[in-house]
């Protein structure tokens, strides 16, 4: 060990801590099963996608009724007493 460092890894432990190899391993397996879950499912597919840039799905682009602040000329339920 280097007695001037304040803070030292050894070279065993960085080995055996270093994700790099088997995240690699791991990351090609997973991209494996969703290419093949992308072919068996495509609609799918496109919404997941579409989710992930932010769109909405088709036919769900209309927002929730709203009425401004103040506006007591629409009730939607009964008043509780």
């Given at each position: 060990m280097d007695p001037d460092a304040s803070f030292s890894v050894s070279e065993d432990v960085r080995r055996h801590m270093s994700l790099l190899e088997s995240g690699a391993s791991e990351q090609g397996?997973?991209?494996e099963r969703a290419d093949a879950?992308?072919?068996?499912?495509?609609d799918l597919a496109r919404d997941w996608d579409r989710a992930w840039a932010g769109d909405l799905r088709e036919g769900c682009g209309s927002p929730c009724p709203s009425s401004p602040p103040g506006n007591r000329s629409r009730r939607d339920?009964?008043?509780r007493r």
């Open positions: 397996s997973w991209q879950w992308r072919e068996a499912h495509p339920r009964p008043a």
